[in-house]
């Protein structure tokens, strides 16, 4: 099956001034540059200090930045997408998401070659692990090539019982040989559950210029069973090991919700660094609320410490839809691309859509720029599986 791209059809008010966002019901991908517009955006309190390595460089003509009438394309499904993640390769990118619980695959995975002909889903990781709530689905992975095996990290639910009661959200890894899976987790219990934190969701993998790889992850501070109102979620960070499944040192924090609009909560953490600058993309706010955005921040290094410079979210409420989070930003044919989902996932009835915008990188860090008729994507031949 196959998804069309479909233009604005509806206006949204930005919650908060300076603002931009996106609206319910879609899924989006945006490009961000190298640089902060003040058009339709919050401005930092500062600009980075160090110059950065992953997108445009200095002499790159940047694009002008993204109408706040058209940030984006949106492309509408006919199947629930959520917490989405693309592995971009030469000849195909894979696109892994969450599951439902009780209904489609456990893990789903759809491939392109551009993302307005999205394919039907496939389940790349059909066997629930031991430890894992065998009825509730699989959510929040992150696959990248190590050596020649896929490493998947991912979130389930598992069996034990916090002593607050309720069952923890807790964070594993799966390996195969192929991207399309099987993926298979053989641990009886899961590689990263902090109880004390009421368990760990929203795993990422980053690698830094010297070849490190790191995990960054969010504590479910906010999980049902915990006290929320005195609480506040926090992204973690820790060295892998070369096999990019053992966990080295220590975990530390990175990021914690202190911004009034993140209302103790932010979770989805992806670093991107570009010409020597680290930058933390995140969502805060409830993930079933219209106040949810995309928060930004800047950070000393892999491990952070990172700060956001902005009083509220970098991308917010507008034409494509309300409540944009759960990002995953990738880069092919030399752009960056953004995807994201609203709220509207959480909401009965509700079919959603992707909408995909693109970011750019500037003197000053990065921004929602133009389509200038790019699309995400590539044009090659499928591999076969």
């Known amino acids: 099956m196959q998804h069309r791209v479909s233009r604005p059809r509806k ?10 966002c996106f609206g319910a019901g879609i899924f989006v991908a945006v490009a961000v540059s190298s640089a902060w517009p003040a058009q339709g ?7 980075p200090s160090r110059s950065p390595s992953w997108a445009s460089s200095p002499s790159t003509t940047l694009p002008p930045p993204a109408p706040n009438n058209a940030v984006g394309e949106t492309i509408e499904a006919t199947e629930p997408i959520s917490d989405p993640f693309v592995m971009p390769t030469a000849d195909l990118d894979y ?4 599951g439902f619980a009780g209904t489609g695959p456990n893990l789903p995975l759809r491939t392109f070659q551009k993302i307005e002909l999205l394919g039907s889903a ?3 990781m059909p066997q629930s692990p031991a430890w894992a709530v065998r009825d509730k689905a699989l959510w929040g992975p992150d696959v990248r090539k190590v050596g020649n095996t896929y490493v998947m990290w991912y979130t389930a639910m598992w069996k034990k019982t916090m002593p607050t009661g309720g069952l923890p959200r807790c964070i594993g890894w799966a390996t195969s040989s192929s991207p399309y899976g099987p993926f298979v987790d053989p641990a009886p219990a899961p590689r990263i559950c902090q109880l004390d934190d009421f368990g760990d969701i929203d795993p990422r993998t980053f690698v830094d210029p010297s070849g490190q790889e790191w995990l960054h992850w969010k504590s479910d501070d906010n ?12 992204f973690w960070a820790q060295k892998l090991a070369s096999d990019g499944t053992t966990l080295e040192g220590s975990p530390t924090i990175m990021y914690q919700a202190d911004k009034d609009w993140e209302v103790g909560t932010v979770e989805a953490p992806q670093m991107v660094l570009d010409h020597g600058h680290y930058y933390l993309f ?3 706010n409830s993930s079933a609320s219209e106040a949810n955005g995309i928060g930004l921040g800047t ?3 892999p491990a952070g410490p990172c700060q956001s410079p902005y009083i509220g979210p970098w991308l917010g409420s507008n034409m494509q839809g309300a409540g944009p989070g759960e990002i995953s930003l990738f880069r092919q044919g030399g ?7 609203p709220h509207s996932i959480y909401v009965p009835f509700a079919a959603p859509a992707l909408a995909v915008a693109r970011v750019a990188f500037g003197p000053d860090g990065p921004y929602v720029a133009r389509f200038n008729g790019e699309t995400a994507g590539i044009a090659a031949s499928s591999p076969q599986k």
């Not at 955006?41 to 600009?47: H, L, Q």
């Not at 999980?223 to 926090?234: E, S, Y």
């Open 41 to 47: 955006r919050s401005s930092p309190s500062r600009s």
């Open 95 to 98: 696109m892994y998401s969450s």
């Open 335 to 341: 752009n960056t691309w953004v995807l994201y989902t």
């Open 122 to 124: 496939s389940d790349a």
């Open 11 to 20: 206006r949204w008010t930005v919650p908060l001034a300076g603002a931009l």
């Open 223 to 234: 999980a049902g069973n915990t006290p929320q109102l005195t609480r506040i979620t926090k």
């Open 282 to 284: 995140f969502s805060g």
């Open 299 to 301: 950070c000393e290094g």
